[in-house]
């Protein structure tokens, strides 16, 4: 890996942070608050939230085994993956790689930084190649994106594909584990040791039920989160957030629930559309998700839609020519879908 302070953007390298109120005592006891100009009614809502969110870091350090000062919180994966491009890209000189077809908002990030994107084709099934990916890369390639398991596709890629692009590139290796929880291989968080180029996201979005919270995560070297906390907003994850996530957090059993119940669904979902006439082809999924090829993608979408049912018709993007991607929901929500599927 080349030094830190070249794979940063050196204004971002000499930046003097902004200094918040809750920072300056940090460490100390306090219970008189007259530092941050807050309204002292209606608590605890008045009081601005932890900035660094020290508490729930504890706790995700317990359940995601990851040291504290290697964790960085964002307004769900998205703040974490634009920072990356604002602390280490250069505008209009630096590239990222990323294969494709893959998340959406890594390319979004992208143009919004004006950072060039430069794009490798998966392999049939969707695998990765670590050799196209690393021959796609120059001097001014800053990062590379891998997703897996991977959106739109499902599918895990190869560990040793993987560790071939972290041994063989020496800027950043973002690897997006958003669906790892509900995928049987190891994830790479627990490898943040050996890989000082890797940077890992994870979300309380998907297998932890919480959408809604906006709770993102990035696991790196302490030296990297110190960047990101350095550019973030100060207050970027609020007390809502924060409250909720550590109650979540309590009882990861019951998050493990949830997955077993969601895997033996999409055991069953498998199964169920497969014999369905319509559908040509269900590819692997290591996630909540099946990207499945039908006869007419286009008239199957219009047609759920119609029965208030809603997937997403993944048929304009590469590879996924002709599919849909269905997530598994209850088993309710499932029957729905099959009953409909069947009367089309």
Same mark, same amino acid.
């Given at each position: ?11 971002? $390298?000499?930046?003097?942070?902004? /200094? ?10 306090? /219970? ?13 809502? *008045? ?47 630096? *590239? ?9 908002? =890594? ?37 590379? $994106?891998?997703?897996?398991p991977n959106n739109p596709s499902g599918n895990a ?21 958003? =669906?790892?929880?509900?995928? /049987? ?50 207050? *970027? ?15 990861? =059993?019951?998050?493990?629930? $949830? ?25 692997? /999924?290591?996630? *909540? ?13 219009? =047609? ?34 099959l009953a409909a599927l069947r009367t089309m």
């Open positions: 890996m080349k030094e830190l302070k070249e794979l940063t953007r050196e204004n971002v $390298w000499n930046l003097a942070p902004y /200094s918040c109120a809750r920072n300056e005592f940090s460490g100390r006891n306090a /219970s008189v608050y007259l530092d941050a100009n807050e309204n002292p009614y209606n608590s605890p809502f *008045n009081r601005y939230p932890d900035p660094l969110q020290l508490e729930v870091k504890k706790q995700l350090a317990k359940v995601k085994q990851v040291p504290e000062e290697s964790i960085f919180i964002g307004n769900g994966s998205d703040e974490p993956i634009d920072l990356m491009y604002r602390c280490f890209t250069e505008p209009k000189v630096d *590239n990222v790689v990323a294969m494709d077809p893959t998340y959406g908002m =890594y390319k979004v990030c992208a143009d919004i930084n004006d950072v060039e994107y430069r794009t490798v084709m998966l392999e049939p099934g969707f695998r990765l190649n670590a050799e196209k990916m690393l021959a796609a890369c120059d001097e001014h390639t800053k990062i590379i $994106w891998l997703c897996t890629l190869d560990t040793n594909e993987v560790i071939k692009v972290l041994n063989g590139f020496d800027g950043f290796v973002v690897v997006d584990e958003a =669906y790892s929880d509900f995928s /049987s291989q190891k994830p790479f968080r627990l490898e943040l040791a050996k890989y000082p180029n890797m940077v890992v996201l994870n979300t309380m979005s998907k297998a932890w039920g919480c959408a809604g919270i906006r709770m993102g995560m990035a696991f790196a070297q302490k030296n990297v989160i110190d960047i990101m906390n350095k550019v973030k907003y100060p207050y *970027n994850v609020n007390i809502l957030t924060q409250r909720e996530a550590l109650e979540l957090l309590k009882d990861p =059993y019951e998050v493990d629930k $949830w997955v077993r119940t969601i895997l033996l669904e999409r055991s069953r979902m498998i199964d169920a559309i497969g014999l369905l006439p319509m559908c040509r082809k269900i590819h692997h /999924s290591d996630a *909540n998700f099946l990207l499945v090829e039908v006869d007419d993608a286009q008239a199957t979408y219009d =047609y759920l839609v119609d029965k208030g049912i809603i997937v997403r018709n993944r048929n304009s993007v590469r590879l996924c020519e002709g599919c849909l991607r269905i997530t598994i929901g209850t088993k309710t929500e499932n029957q729905e879908l």
